[in-house]
């Protein structure tokens, strides 16, 4: 139990388009899920938290019109980086954390993008 | 103050010792902890979650909580090569006002080697 999936696995794009990443609950409901990124050897930063129905929750310094945000169903999430520069290159992780356990979050095994 | 500390490490034990990796927090109102484990280039496995104070066993692995002085740690006995990776420790936060809105706040994660 407690599988998230994310789709693509890799992307690489050019300058200036913009990139989906869809993030799904396989096996359970998850009201709430979160966006992550994560930089070579560093930690994960807490993009935004995704809410079935509502508009997210992003955190500071992130911009919200740069980094999309639709939970339209209780399995799916997806996250769009409009106009993505080099520097949007990234390693982006979901998780999704499961109705019944409101406090654990299960990962998704991550999107690499690389913006050329 | 960081809310989440660990040592970066490396923490480098040989194959067959007690790796012991410790993380403290400075939200004394935190009550849930967590481990997760990665490995280069993968998202984050969830390996133990801990509520109550003491100690929470599982196979190998055996979480330790202490909330009177604010640290977590997580044991992983008979070590092996395979446990090489990073160990994230993650604490859920929850927002005063907010309705029950919370998040997990990660460490920046320790480097376990594990040598033959």
């Known amino acids: 139990g407690a599988v998230v999936s994310q789709h693509p696995s890799r992307v690489i794009c050019k300058s200036g388009t913009s990139v989906k990443i869809e993030c799904r609950s396989l096996d359970f409901q998850a009201t709430t899920m979160f966006w992550y990124r994560q930089f070579p050897k560093k930690s994960l930063m807490l993009m935004a938290t995704?809410?079935?129905?509502?508009?997210?929750?992003?955190e500071q310094g992130v911009e919200k019109d740069k980094f999309l945000i639709n939970h339209a169903s209780l399995t799916l999430s997806t996250l769009t980086v409009t106009s993505a520069h080099p520097e949007d290159s990234s390693f982006y992780i979901c998780s999704a954390r499961s109705d019944r356990e409101l406090d654990t979050q299960y990962f998704g095994p991550g999107t690499r993008l690389t913006v050329l | 103050q960081k809310e989440v500390e660990q040592n970066s490490g490396p923490l480098s034990v040989p194959e067959g010792a007690i790796a012991s990796l410790n993380c403290t927090y400075s939200d004394r109102g935190s009550q849930s902890f967590f481990w997760y484990r990665q490995y280069s280039g993968k998202s984050p496995e969830l390996i133990m979650s801990i509520y109550s104070n003491g100690d929470k066993e599982d196979g190998r692995f055996t979480a330790q909580l202490n909330k009177a002085s604010q640290y977590v740690s997580l044991l992983i006995r008979d070590s092996q090569p395979s446990d090489s990776a990073t160990y994230l420790c993650a604490v859920n936060k929850i927002l005063p006002l907010s309705g029950g809105y919370n998040k997990l706040i990660f460490g920046a994660g320790t480097r376990l080697a594990v040598h033959p």
């Open positions: 995704s809410n079935e129905g509502s508009k997210a929750t992003y």
